[in-house]
């Protein structure tokens, strides 16, 4: 009834009326996904009367409301086949400023038919393959890049900029040819990078170094948007890039990480927001050629030296437990290089452990990300092996037992999921130098036989990557544990008690005859096999 009530008056009404039906139609099926089939034909002719409606000079308040019901029907598949044509597309096109004129962006009344627009466009492409095979043909990725550059440094029109950049990823998506296109004729890596700058504000103070203000206020909500939406297309673009072949390349791959270690220490509006966006931020930087991530770490400034040495200096000779916690707690700080970022990684990837679930998909791009920085860069690894490989000290529970992060991973070596428990083995080991003799010692043989047999190395060695030769400090209270650990379980056990103390005089000499008489019969046995075998 209500596709039956708007297509009379798309057909016959003016413009007013025609605003209202269709205002009114969208307000009641803003929440619809599932569609009535009786109602598919009436459904594909609104469609088409709206497309009609959108070609004549109608007031911009009567596009929009043409366009949100067109992005309503839109969720439809099984109407887009008749409507998608070139033509309905140019139309598309047209209205979001996507055509090949050169207007710019200086009418604020026209946004909302833009943003509308760019929407219903995200619908019928992800929905229609006619609209994806028109798409190539009207060369929609070039153009897309075009009214990005037109709004690139333009504070107020981010919802044009994120619905701009969400057609840039389901086209890069659907397509692998535009992802070439994309990352070479385009140049989508520098302007996507560039649009993620403008979404952070950042400044730089050296070549891959940005000012970061810890007091600042939280990115704004369209602001966050906008930068997982440049995330996502720009993971689509450099999906295939591991390997670097030009200077040129190395260079922007350093930026890009630049940017996004700048993105890794600022927050969004919300705590759901912010893992949101780191979340796209490390799915993004497992396509940065590792030889590219030394940009994560930073030397420290001398700024932040002098803060830091203020800070301990401020706190009284006597309070040993405060200067500690105030060493810990400044600038993360390893061999003169700011850590701020991996540590936000390392806190990243140990709530993604404690969420329990989807670790295939939450928490192994993290810990490969971090596996790989820590066989490349060595002050990431000694960082990070301090962080969650300290020196022991006590051994009397299991590795697997605890609330610490080596506790958390050694229970991962054993998880039911093959890929992430050889991730997370693999992640210590490295940690470990690949040595064998340093992973058992913090795993235990048991949590750690499934990665040693798949390497070939349960007799023992180390893997077949170069490691600095620094050997690891034993602590004095693991030097004392350690002729009583046991090697399986990797903590220490109390000696058992000898079963024979207990026993009474007539109970030892039972117990000897009762083994006499057990080795008498092996032995029996033993003769008779072979009388059996000569007689052969």
């Given at each position: 009834m209500d596709e039956e009530r708007a297509l009379y008056i798309v057909r016959a009404g003016e413009a007013g009326a025609i605003e209202r039906v269709l205002r009114d139609y969208s307000d009641k099926h803003r929440a619809t996904f599932k569609f009535e089939s009786a109602d598919e034909d009436k459904r594909k002719k609104l469609c088409e009367g709206i497309f009609k409606v959108l070609v004549k000079e109608v007031p911009t308040t009567c596009q929009v409301s043409c366009l949100e019901v067109l992005r309503?029907?839109?969720?439809?598949?099984?109407?887009?086949?008749?409507?998608?044509?070139?033509?309905?597309?140019?139309?598309?096109?047209?209205?979001?400023?996507?055509?090949?004129?050169?207007?710019?962006?200086?009418?604020?009344?026209?946004?909302?038919?833009?943003?509308?627009?760019?929407?219903?466009?995200?619908?019928?492409?992800?929905?229609?393959?006619?609209?994806?095979?028109?798409?190539?043909?009207?060369?929609?990725?070039?153009?897309?890049?075009?009214?990005?550059?037109?709004?690139?440094?333009?504070?107020?029109?981010?919802?044009?900029?994120?619905?701009?950049?969400?057609?840039?990823?389901?086209?890069?998506?659907?397509?692998?040819?535009?992802?070439?296109q994309l990352r070479y004729e385009l140049q989508g890596l520098p302007l996507l990078t560039q649009i993620l700058e403008s979404a952070f504000s950042i400044k730089w103070t050296d070549e891959y170094?940005?000012?970061?203000?810890?007091?600042?206020?939280?990115?704004?909500?369209?602001?966050?948007?906008?930068?997982?939406?440049?995330?996502?297309?720009?993971?689509?673009?450099?999906?295939?890039?591991?390997?670097?072949?030009k200077e040129s390349d190395s260079h922007q791959f350093r930026v890009m990480a630049a940017v996004l270690r700048h993105c890794l220490l600022i927050v969004g509006p919300t705590e759901d927001k912010t893992e949101e966006l780191h979340s796209n931020a490390v799915n993004l930087l497992s396509?940065?050629?590792?030889?590219?991530?030394?940009?994560?770490?930073?030397?420290?400034?001398?700024?932040?030296?002098?803060?830091?040495?203020?800070?301990?200096?401020?706190?009284?000779?006597?309070?040993?437990?405060?200067?500690?916690?105030?060493?810990?707690?400044?600038?993360?700080?390893?061999?003169?290089?700011?850590?701020?970022?991996?540590?936000?990684?390392?806190?990243?990837?140990?709530?993604?452990?404690?969420?329990?679930s989807s670790y295939r998909e939450g928490l192994t791009p993290v810990l490969s990300l971090l596996t790989e920085c820590s066989r490349a860069h060595r002050n990431i690894r000694k960082f990070l092996k301090d962080q969650v490989l300290p020196p022991l000290r006590d051994v009397t529970n299991r590795p697997e037992v605890g609330s610490t992060v080596r506790n958390k991973?050694?229970?991962?070596?054993?998880?039911?999921?093959?890929?992430?428990?050889?991730?997370?083995?693999?992640?210590?080991?490295?940690?470990?130098?690949?040595?064998?003799?340093?992973?058992?010692?913090?795993?235990?043989?048991?949590?750690?036989?499934?990665?040693?047999?798949?390497?070939?190395l349960l007799a023992g060695g180390r893997g077949d990557n170069w490691y600095s030769e620094d050997e690891d400090t034993d602590t004095e209270e693991y030097k004392n544990a350690k002729p009583n650990i046991n090697l399986i379980t990797g903590h220490l056990e109390e000696p058992m008690p000898n079963p024979i103390d207990e026993m009474t005089e007539e109970q030892k000499e039972y117990e000897a005859m009762k083994l006499v008489n057990m080795l008498d019969k092996l032995s029996r046995r033993a003769d008779v096999k072979d009388l059996h075998q000569d007689g052969g």
């Amino acid at each position: 009834m209500d596709e039956e009530r708007a297509l009379y008056i798309v057909r016959a009404g003016e413009a007013g009326a025609i605003e209202r039906v269709l205002r009114d139609y969208s307000d009641k099926h803003r929440a619809t996904f599932k569609f009535e089939s009786a109602d598919e034909d009436k459904r594909k002719k609104l469609c088409e009367g709206i497309f009609k409606v959108l070609v004549k000079e109608v007031p911009t308040t009567c596009q929009v409301s043409c366009l949100e019901v067109l992005r309503i029907l839109s969720r439809d598949k099984k109407i887009l086949v008749p409507v998608t044509t070139k033509e309905n597309m140019q139309i598309l096109l047209r209205l979001a400023k996507l055509h090949e004129s050169d207007d710019s962006l200086e009418k604020v009344s026209e946004f909302p038919v833009i943003v509308e627009s760019l929407k219903c466009l995200c619908n019928i492409v992800f929905n229609s393959q006619m609209a994806q095979q028109l798409s190539l043909e009207l060369n929609l990725a070039a153009k897309l890049c075009n009214l990005l550059r037109k709004c690139k440094d333009r504070k107020f029109i981010n919802d044009i900029k994120c619905f701009d950049l969400r057609l840039l990823f389901v086209l890069s998506l659907l397509h692998t040819d535009i992802r070439s296109q994309l990352r070479y004729e385009l140049q989508g890596l520098p302007l996507l990078t560039q649009i993620l700058e403008s979404a952070f504000s950042i400044k730089w103070t050296d070549e891959y170094e940005s000012a970061i203000d810890h007091n600042g206020p939280p990115l704004s909500p369209q602001e966050t948007d906008c930068a997982i939406e440049a995330l996502k297309a720009l993971f689509n673009v450099t999906v295939d890039s591991w390997k670097v072949h030009k200077e040129s390349d190395s260079h922007q791959f350093r930026v890009m990480a630049a940017v996004l270690r700048h993105c890794l220490l600022i927050v969004g509006p919300t705590e759901d927001k912010t893992e949101e966006l780191h979340s796209n931020a490390v799915n993004l930087l497992s396509n940065v050629p590792v030889s590219c991530l030394d940009v994560l770490i930073c030397p420290l400034t001398h700024e932040e030296t002098a803060q830091e040495a203020a800070t301990l200096d401020e706190l009284p000779s006597d309070k040993t437990t405060e200067k500690d916690t105030a060493l810990k707690n400044s600038t993360m700080v390893y061999n003169g290089m700011n850590m701020e970022a991996i540590h936000v990684l390392l806190n990243f990837m140990e709530k993604r452990i404690d969420k329990g679930s989807s670790y295939r998909e939450g928490l192994t791009p993290v810990l490969s990300l971090l596996t790989e920085c820590s066989r490349a860069h060595r002050n990431i690894r000694k960082f990070l092996k301090d962080q969650v490989l300290p020196p022991l000290r006590d051994v009397t529970n299991r590795p697997e037992v605890g609330s610490t992060v080596r506790n958390k991973l050694v229970r991962l070596m054993t998880h039911v999921d093959l890929g992430v428990k050889q991730i997370a083995a693999e992640f210590l080991f490295v940690l470990c130098k690949e040595r064998v003799d340093s992973l058992l010692k913090y795993t235990g043989y048991g949590n750690a036989a499934g990665l040693l047999a798949a390497r070939g190395l349960l007799a023992g060695g180390r893997g077949d990557n170069w490691y600095s030769e620094d050997e690891d400090t034993d602590t004095e209270e693991y030097k004392n544990a350690k002729p009583n650990i046991n090697l399986i379980t990797g903590h220490l056990e109390e000696p058992m008690p000898n079963p024979i103390d207990e026993m009474t005089e007539e109970q030892k000499e039972y117990e000897a005859m009762k083994l006499v008489n057990m080795l008498d019969k092996l032995s029996r046995r033993a003769d008779v096999k072979d009388l059996h075998q000569d007689g052969g």
